[in-house]
């Protein structure tokens, strides 16, 4: 059996990566740049193929989610240019099965649906919120097999961006901590990186139980580039599964 090339395009960054039928393999994170031509995807993926020993003609399947519509027809004519095989899209080609209860269930993003089918088959637990820490911070919420709805929040590092580019003399910082105590901050960057940290753990620790009260002790699984920072600081992080939506999409082709 061929391997298939797994996307998560995002709007800061596009993971892809390799599977096949015994799951997952090595993956790669490339900024997201939807002006770029379908040529230039090509290009890109050739040089992971090539470092993965991997030739074209064994891609048998391209299964992408996506949050970037300009992206989308650039990845479709590259997977036909490049590798000879079709662009397969979660929830307009390849189907995922959870009861979507929002109010317009077409406003969610596809991201969102994958990461929580990839909890419902990974976790037993009947109630479920699933964090992903990425340009916006979401909290899903899943009962059963349903998408019930969530919260979205600024980011960590978008948040970041913007005092640092909102405000003259406030640095770049990396979101690192020396320890996991809070302490006030004796320079800048301390008080920033403790202020981010730790002020977006605590919004989450509050969101979960609040969200908790009308859930039932649910099981919290956070994804996401910033996610096991947050973790170390905050009480209400179950698991961490950083590769949740890609995953998701395994999952989602190989029991279609």
Same mark, same amino acid.
């Given at each position: @059996? /061929?391997?298939?090339?797994?996307?998560?395009?995002?709007?800061?960054?596009?993971?892809?990566?390799?599977?096949?039928?015994?799951? $997952?393999?090595?993956?790669?994170?490339?900024?997201?740049?939807?002006?770029?031509?379908?040529?230039?995807? /090509?290009?890109?993926?050739?040089?992971?193929?090539?470092?993965?020993?991997?030739?074209?003609?064994?891609?048998?399947?391209?299964?992408?989610?996506?949050?970037?519509?300009?992206?989308?027809?650039?990845?479709?004519?590259?997977?036909?240019?490049?590798?000879?095989?079709?662009?397969?899209?979660?929830?307009?080609?390849?189907?995922?099965?959870?009861?979507?209860?929002?109010?317009?269930?077409?406003?969610?993003? @596809?991201?969102?649906?994958?990461?929580? $089918?990839?909890?419902?088959?990974?976790?037993?637990?009947?109630?479920?919120?699933?964090?992903?820490?990425?340009?916006?911070?979401?909290?899903?919420?899943?009962?059963?097999?349903?998408?019930?709805?969530?919260?979205?929040?600024?980011?960590?590092?978008?948040?970041?961006?913007a005092l640092s580019a909102g405000t003259a003399k406030l640095p770049k910082v990396d979101l690192t901590l020396a320890n996991k105590t809070l302490s006030w901050g004796k320079t800048t960057e301390e008080c920033l990186n403790q202020g981010l940290v730790f002020g977006f753990a605590s919004m989450i620790d509050g969101l979960v139980n609040k969200l908790s009260a009308q859930m039932d002790n649910p099981f919290v699984v956070a994804t996401g580039g910033l996610a096991r920072t947050i973790a170390q600081v905050g009480d209400s992080?179950?698991?961490?599964?950083?590769? $949740?939506? @890609?995953?998701?999409?395994? @999952?989602?082709?190989?029991?279609?």
């Amino acid at each position: @059996m /061929g391997k298939i090339l797994l996307f998560d395009a995002g709007n800061t960054n596009t993971k892809i990566g390799l599977a096949d039928d015994e799951g $997952l393999g090595e993956s790669y994170t490339l900024p997201t740049r939807p002006a770029n031509t379908a040529d230039d995807w /090509g290009l890109k993926i050739e040089a992971i193929l090539n470092r993965e020993g991997v030739d074209p003609s064994d891609i048998e399947a391209c299964v992408i989610s996506s949050v970037v519509p300009p992206l989308d027809p650039l990845i479709t004519r590259m997977t036909r240019r490049f590798l000879g095989c079709e662009a397969i899209f979660a929830g307009r080609d390849l189907k995922i099965d959870l009861d979507n209860e929002y109010a317009r269930p077409e406003q969610v993003g @596809m991201d969102i649906l994958v990461g929580c $089918l990839s909890a419902r088959l990974t976790y037993d637990a009947e109630n479920i919120i699933v964090i992903d820490f990425g340009t916006a911070t979401t909290l899903a919420c899943l009962m059963g097999n349903a998408f019930k709805g969530g919260l979205i929040c600024p980011g960590v590092l978008s948040s970041t961006a913007a005092l640092s580019a909102g405000t003259a003399k406030l640095p770049k910082v990396d979101l690192t901590l020396a320890n996991k105590t809070l302490s006030w901050g004796k320079t800048t960057e301390e008080c920033l990186n403790q202020g981010l940290v730790f002020g977006f753990a605590s919004m989450i620790d509050g969101l979960v139980n609040k969200l908790s009260a009308q859930m039932d002790n649910p099981f919290v699984v956070a994804t996401g580039g910033l996610a096991r920072t947050i973790a170390q600081v905050g009480d209400s992080i179950d698991e961490l599964r950083p590769d $949740l939506v @890609m995953e998701g999409l395994w @999952m989602a082709y190989y029991n279609s």
